[in-house]
T-cell receptor, first 113, second 111 residues
């Protein structure tokens, strides 16, 4: 039973560029949440997708957008990258609409130069 | 004020020691509480959920005090492999399973 997978594992971009990160949820899960973890901080909620729609959003600008596909996989897009976007981006999957346990993928480490 | 606050540490303890971490949260109506463990450069992994009645899993004991909005984690008989960052986590009220993390407490267990 595959867990949550993310790609790529590492990425280097320059300011102003755009990036797309990918996530495949754990088998049987239909909800995907994205988190940003800056160095020395806890993860911060970006947004959550369920039934291919953004269900709720944290305090992140519109430069951060996402998508969920019919197979429940998800993408996170960040436009006009800033140095401050350098972080570990974590995807978490869960099942349903309740307060089910979230399982995290290994993350994508993004460095913006 | 941060929604979830933790002492960042580090806590440096010898093997076999007992160590306790504390956490406070700001929203009194929060419903679910957790401790996650995160190894260096890895993803967070659920260590245990925290219940009002307190719960224990082997060497780990978690407690919740709703009146004080305070969560604790006790680790007994520390092992070298317990070295990690421990994240206090609260589930938001929105009903949509949004996790709010503290910044984490770093634990280093030495021989």
């Amino acid at each position: 039973d595959a867990g949550v997978t993310q790609s790529p594992t590492h990425l280097i971009k320059t300011r102003g560029q755009q990036v797309t990160l990918r996530c495949s949820p754990k088998s049987g899960h239909d909800t995907v949440s994205w988190y940003q973890q800056a160095l020395g901080q806890g993860p911060q909620f970006i947004f959550q997708y369920y039934e291919e729609e953004e269900r709720q959003r944290g305090n992140f600008p519109d430069r951060f957008s996402g998508h969920q596909f019919p197979n429940y996989s998800s993408e996170l897009n960040v436009n006009a990258l800033l140095l401050g976007d350098s972080a570990l981006y974590l995807c978490a999957s869960s099942s349903g609409q309740g307060q089910e346990t979230q399982y995290f993928g290994p993350g994508t480490r993004l460095l913006v130069l | 004020r941060k929604e979830v606050e933790q002492d960042p540490g580090p806590f440096n303890v010898p093997e076999g020691a007992t160590v306790a971490f504390n956490c406070t949260y700001s929203n009194s109506a929060s419903q679910s509480f957790f401790w996650y463990r995160q190894d260096c450069r890895k993803e967070p992994k659920l260590l245990m959920s925290v219940y009002s009645s307190g719960n224990e899993d082997g060497r780990f004991t978690a407690q919740l005090n709703r009146a004080s909005q305070y969560i604790s984690l006790l680790i007994r008989d520390s092992k070298l492999s317990d070295s990690a960052t421990y994240l206090c986590v609260v589930n938001s009220l929105s009903g949509y399973n949004k996790l709010i993390f503290g910044a984490g407490t770093r634990l280093a267990v030495h021989p």
